[in-house]
C-alpha cells in the first residue's frame, strides 16, 4: 500500500473512531442531559404523548392525564386547580414544568431509572410508556381549611399557610394565594397557553409565586420565640426571670427609642419572661436580644434552620435569614423580628414543629411514596432529623406553656378551641411606610401531644391598618387547620 493511500486510510479510521466516540457520548454519557433540555422537542413529543403518572393526595388525583383525541394522546388535567397549584405546579408544552410536576418528572414521565422494566415490557407488548405515580404528604383536610381559611379574607388576600406534622417532618398544607389554574398551561391549544402565561407573568400580584416557601417576610412578634428560645438556652433565664418592660426601650447610639404596640407598659417597669411572650413585648425582647448578643440569636436561629435550605420533594425554597453583624439597635430590632430578620412561613411552622417535638426538627418534606404504573412501591420517604438540639427538652417544654398562656390569656386568644390546649404566638411585622404591616400566626397543637404545626401570614388582606393583627387575621385561619387535623 502506497503512502498516500495508507494516510487516508488512517484518516478515515480516525474519523470512524471519532464518530463512534461521538455517538457513545451523545447517547450514553449525554443522554440524560439532552433529554432534559426543554429545547429538545422530539423527546418533549413523547413525553407530551405519554400517559403520565398521578400526583394523589389523601387517596384522590390532584393531577392526572385523561386520554384526548388530538396529536397528542393524552391531555394533563388538575382537578382542584386553585387548591392545589402550588404544590403540583404546572406542566405545560411551551413553559416546561414546576412543583411537583418538576422535582418528580422522572417518575411521573416514565423515565426513571427504576422504570426501566416497566418501559421494556411496554416496548414488548407494543404499547406507550407509563408513567409512575407520586403520593404526597398533604391531609385534603388540612389543605382546604387553610385554602378556605385564606381565601374566606378575600380572593384576592395575598398570603400564605404552611403546616407540618411535627413528629415526622411531613407537610400537611401548603396554600399560596392569589392562586391560579395549572390547566390553563397543560392546554393543547398553545395560543391559549401563551395568552394564560402572558396574564400570569404580568400579574403584579404574582400568582405564579409560592409564598410558603419562595419569599421571605419579616416575621415580627413570631420570632421572639427564636429569643425566647436563646435566652433559655443561655441558662441566664428562666421561664420566672424578671425582665425589663415598660413603655421603651432607649436604644444604645440613637436618640431613638424602642417602643411598645399601641404604647403598652406590658403590665409594669419589671415583668416576668411569660408575661413578655404573654403580651408580646418589644421592650422586653429588645433588652433580652442586648443582653445576649447577636451571636447568641444568630446561632439559635441557625439551630432552627435560618440560613439554609432543606425541604424534600419540592424544589424552589429559598434560605430564611438574620443579620449577619447588626450593630446594637439593630440586634434589639432583629430580636423582635425586625430589621433584615426575614423568613418564609415554612421557616416559621419549621420553628414551632421543633418547639412541638421537644426541640428536635424534623426535615419536612411534601413526597411520601412513589409508585411505578402497577402501583408497587419505588420508595417511601423516611422522617429524618434535621437538627435534634434546636433546643433541649426543657427548653421546649418550657416555650410550649409560655406559647399556651398566649393562647389562654395574651394575644392569642382567637386560636383557642375548647377542650384543647393550644400553643401559639401572634406577630404583626412592620415592612415599608408605603405597604401595610404583615400578619402572622404560629401555633401547634394539642399543646402536650403535637399532631400538627401551623404558620400563618396574611401579606396583604386589603383592610384598613388599624384591622391588621396576627390574632386579628391569621390566627383563626391556623384555629381551622388544627382543628382541621385533630378532630374527626
Known amino acids: 500500500m502506497n503512502k498516500p493511500i495508507r494516510t487516508m486510510a488512517i484518516f478515515c479510521m480516525l474519523l470512524f473512531v471519532a464518530l463512534l466516540l461521538n455517538s457513545t457520548y451523545l447517547q450514553y454519557v449525554d443522554a440524560g442531559h439532552l433529554n432534559s433540555r426543554s429545547d429538545n422537542k422530539r423527546v418533549r413529543d413523547a413525553e407530551f404523548s405519554r400517559k403520565r403518572g398521578a400526583i394523589v393526595a389523601g387517596g384522590t388525583s390532584v393531577a392526572e392525564s385523561r386520554r384526548t383525541k388530538d396529536r397528542y394522546t393524552y391531555q394533563r388535567t388538575y382537578p382542584q386547580p386553585l387548591k392545589y397549584a402550588q404544590l403540583t405546579g404546572f406542566y405545560s408544552y411551551i413553559y416546561g414544568r414546576s412543583g411537583v410536576e418538576s422535582s418528580q418528572n422522572d417518575i411521573l414521565s416514565g423515565s426513571d431509572s427504576r422504570l426501566f422494566v416497566n418501559r421494556v415490557v411496554d416496548l414488548l407488548g407494543n404499547s406507550r410508556p407509563k408513567g409512575g405515580s407520586v403520593k404526597l404528604t398533604i391531609d385534603p383536610k388540612a389543605q382546604t381549611a387553610a385554602f378556605d381559611g385564606l381565601r374566606a379574607l378575600g380572593r384576592n388576600v395575598q398570603g400564605a399557610v404552611v403546616a407540618l406534622q411535627p413528629s415526622t417532618g411531613k407537610v400537611l398544607a401548603m396554600v399560596s394565594n392569589p392562586t391560579y389554574d395549572p390547566n390553563r398551561l397543560a392546554s393543547h391549544d398553545f395560543g391559549s397557553v401563551q395568552r394564560a402565561w402572558k396574564q400570569l ?91 445576649l448578643g447577636d ?43 425586625q430589621f433584615d430578620v426575614a423568613a418564609t412561613p415554612l421557616q416559621m411552622a419549621v420553628v414551632a414543629a421543633g418547639i412541638a417535638d421537644g426541640g428536635t426538627v424534623m426535615r419536612p418534606y411534601v413526597v411520601d411514596e412513589v409508585r411505578a404504573p402497577d402501583l408497587s412501591v419505588l420508595d417511601k420517604t423516611q422522617p429524618e432529623a434535621y437538627r435534634s438540639n434546636a433546643v433541649s427538652a426543657s427548653v421546649a417544654r418550657d416555650l410550649t406553656q409560655m406559647m399556651v398562656e398566649v393562647v389562654d390569656h395574651g394575644t392569642a386568644t382567637t386560636a383557642q378551641i375548647p377542650g384543647m390546649k393550644v400553643a401559639g404566638k401572634t406577630g404583626t411585622a412592620q415592612s415599608e411606610p408605603s405597604r401595610p404591616p404583615y400578619a402572622w400566626f404560629v401555633s401547634f397543637a394539642p399543646a402536650d401531644n403535637p399532631k400538627v404545626a401551623v404558620a400563618v401570614l396574611v401579606e396583604d388582606a386589603g383592610v384598613a391598618r388599624d384591622a391588621i393583627s396576627g390574632s386579628g387575621l391569621a390566627a383563626p385561619i391556623a384555629k381551622r387547620v388544627m382543628e382541621a387535623v385533630t378532630r374527626p
Do not use: M, W
Open 201 to 291: 407573568t404580568g400579574n403584579p400580584d404574582q400568582p405564579l409565586l409560592n409564598r410558603g416557601i419562595q419569599e421571605t417576610y419579616p416575621p415580627g412578634s413570631t420570632f421572639k420565640l427564636v429569643t425566647a428560645a436563646a435566652a433559655l438556652s443561655s441558662g441566664q433565664y428562666t421561664p420566672q426571670t424578671r425582665v425589663q418592660g415598660g413603655t421603651r426601650l432607649d436604644l444604645p447610639l440613637t436618640s431613638t427609642d424602642l417602643v411598645n404596640e399601641n404604647g403598652s407598659d406590658c403590665g409594669g417597669s419589671s415583668i416576668t419572661l411569660t408575661q413578655a411572650l404573654e403580651v408580646s413585648c418589644n421592650v422586653s425582647f429588645g433588652s433580652i436580644g442586648l443582653k
Open 295 to 337: 451571636a447568641a440569636l444568630r446561632q439559635q436561629a441557625r439551630k432552627f434552620g435560618f440560613g439554609q435550605t432543606y425541604l424534600g420533594g419540592l424544589d424552589g425554597q429559598v434560605a430564611s435569614r438574620f443579620p449577619a453583624h447588626p450593630d446594637a439597635p439593630q440586634t434589639a430590632l432583629s430580636a423582635i423580628g
